[in-house]
């Protein structure tokens, strides 16, 4: 493999824009359906991978830095037209479903985009469903891909992802996990736009130990669980039901 090349590393988590994972969800606006994959000639960065027809990921941002990874027709994510990693392709999406076009890419080295992305992932499965737990009914669940979002005053732009539980009748609560690229290893965590948590992962607080299954675990459960009560108090409030009256196992 080339030498400039790098292999995602999983130690370093979401600190690496190049940790890459398939992505798990279609495009919102799904033109890019219509561009077919692209093959180089490249060994492809996606661990595991063997093939050798891959490009480079595509992404250069304002200063000229480039993301240096490759990726195999499998392995690449196309936006605008265009190779990327994974990663690099939900940003390139979502400020172009913004209207931003391609400019202004975030810096190669700011985690915002890539942080919210990660351990939006990582917690997607458990947050659906302690969500449905804290609001009972027949609800939909709804998964938004990466979002870009300015914030006053100062135009400073913030990384989101959402889950938002709907009915029929309208949406029922909305959950928020946001990285702004001015503080990007804050991790906050909101629901119908009150902020709940703020949180840096334990990879970043702590280089040495904070990588470890269970740490990184612990701390998923966090961000789930400063959700989950929120989004519980949300449906009391609303309904004005006390959950522990009607739960069977608080029940006697
Ligand atoms: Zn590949
Ligand atoms: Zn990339």
């Given at each position: 493999m080339a030498p400039w090349l790098r292999r995602p590393n999983q130690d370093t988590l979401a600190d690496d824009l190049s940790v890459c994972d398939p992505d798990p969800y279609p495009a919102d606006?799904?033109?890019?359906?219509?561009w077919l994959p692209i093959s180089g000639d490249l060994p492809c960065s996606r661990a595991g991978c063997s093939r050798v027809n891959a490009v480079v990921c595509a992404y250069v941002d304002r200063r000229g830095s480039t993301c240096d990874t490759a990726w195999c027709p499998d392995d690449q994510l196309i936006a605008d037209g265009r190779p990327y990693c994974v990663r690099h392709g939900r940003v390139v999406r979502a400020l172009h479903i913004e209207g931003l076009?391609?400019?202004?890419?975030?810096?190669?080295?700011?985690r915002a985009a890539s942080l919210v992305d990660f351990v939006a992932d990582a917690v997607s499965t458990s947050m659906g469903t302690a969500l449905h737990g804290a609001w009972p009914g027949d609800l939909g669940l709804g998964v938004h891909p990466l979002a870009v979002q300015h914030t006053a005053p100062h135009r400073r732009r913030m990384w989101t992802r959402k889950w938002k539980l709907h009915s029929h009748t309208g949406n029922a609560v909305a959950v928020v996990l946001a990285v702004a690229e001015d503080r990007d290893h804050v991790l906050m965590v909101a629901v119908d736009s009150r902020t709940v948590a703020e949180l840096v992962p334990p990879w970043i607080s702590h280089r040495a130990t904070g990588g470890k299954a269970a740490v990184r675990q612990a701390f998923y459960n966090d961000v789930v669980e400063a959700a989950r009560r929120r989004v519980e108090q949300a449906y009391e409030q609303s309904t004005?039901?006390?959950l522990r009256d009607v739960r069977p196992e608080a029940a006697g």
């Open positions: 606006g799904g033109s890019d359906h219509a076009g391609p400019d202004p890419l975030p810096d190669i080295d700011n004005a039901v006390t």
